[in-house]
């Protein structure tokens, strides 16, 4: 899995006004969770933009006052109206501890039903993964080769060695439904229009 590479400078005071004077230095206040303790720190929102807004999920090299560690971002907090980063928690990896992160879905091949003139609808675009740090993917690849008008393919229909998918097993991911065109075409044959 990619990594970023990520500074922060520690935080001597915790609270609102300190937090607001951050911001407004274009700092975001950010807590380390899963150590002995927590750690206050405080990141650059633009070293933040790379992670947040992108479909990839990466794994962060925190340096924070020269100690170092791998986490990932757990929760984000953002203003309702200018969609500004209020605050970041990130989860310090353990690579003995299983995490769960939501990892993209790509799909592979071309569905025999799309060339038929089936319409095909994706459900889901990420999957959530519980597995170790060393065993996560970039993204889940789902081939979509022999799917027909009308079939799908579910979460049970995934099998991936160390990984363990904990969606419900009976959500669908991809399906090629009836298009209209379609359903035109086979109404007009079956009145034997032509």
Same mark, same amino acid.
């Given at each position: 899995?990619?990594?970023? &590479?990520?500074? /922060?400078?520690? @935080?001597?005071?915790?609270?609102? @006004?300190?937090?607001? +004077? !951050? #911001?407004?230095?274009?700092?975001?206040?950010?807590?380390?969770? /899963? /150590?002995?303790?927590? *750690?206050?720190? &405080? %990141?650059? &929102?633009?070293? !933040?933009?790379?992670?947040?807004?992108?479909?990839?999920?990466?794994?962060?090299? !925190?340096?924070?006052? =020269?100690?170092?560690?791998?986490?990932?971002?757990?929760?984000?907090?953002?203003?309702?109206?200018?969609?500004?980063?209020?605050?970041?928690?990130?989860?310090?990896?353990?690579?003995?501890?299983?995490?769960?992160?939501? $990892?993209?879905?790509?799909? *592979? /091949?071309?569905?025999?039903?799309?060339?038929? =003139? +089936?319409?095909?609808?994706?459900? !889901? @675009?990420?999957? @959530?993964?519980? &597995?170790?740090?060393?065993?996560?993917?970039?993204?889940?690849?789902?081939?979509?080769?022999?799917?027909?008008?009308?079939?799908? %393919?579910?979460?049970?229909?995934?099998?991936?060695?160390?990984?363990?998918? *904990?969606?419900?097993?009976?959500?669908? $991911? %991809?399906?090629?439904?009836?298009? #209209?065109?379609? #359903?035109?075409?086979?109404?007009?044959?079956? *009145?034997?229009?032509?």
């Amino acid at each position: 899995m990619k990594s970023i &590479a990520i500074s /922060g400078s520690p @935080r001597e005071n915790v609270g609102k @006004r300190d937090a607001k +004077g !951050l #911001r407004y230095n274009g700092q975001v206040p950010a807590v380390l969770y /899963g /150590g002995k303790t927590q *750690t206050h720190f &405080a %990141v650059s &929102a633009a070293d !933040l933009k790379p992670v947040v807004y992108t479909p990839v999920v990466h794994f962060i090299d !925190l340096d924070v006052a =020269g100690v170092k560690s791998q986490a990932i971002i757990k929760d984000i907090q953002f203003h309702p109206l200018t969609e500004k980063i209020l605050h970041v928690d990130f989860l310090l990896l353990d690579e003995k501890k299983p995490i769960t992160i939501e $990892i993209p879905i790509r799909l *592979t /091949g071309t569905s025999q039903g799309v060339k038929m =003139g +089936g319409k095909l609808v994706q459900k !889901l @675009r990420k999957l @959530r993964i519980k &597995a170790l740090p060393k065993d996560h993917l970039d993204n889940i690849d789902v081939s979509i080769e022999g799917l027909e008008v009308g079939k799908s %393919v579910r979460v049970a229909d995934l099998k991936l060695d160390k990984l363990v998918i *904990t969606n419900a097993i009976e959500d669908t $991911i %991809v399906s090629v439904t009836t298009s #209209r065109a379609l #359903r035109q075409a086979e109404q007009d044959a079956t *009145t034997g229009k032509k």
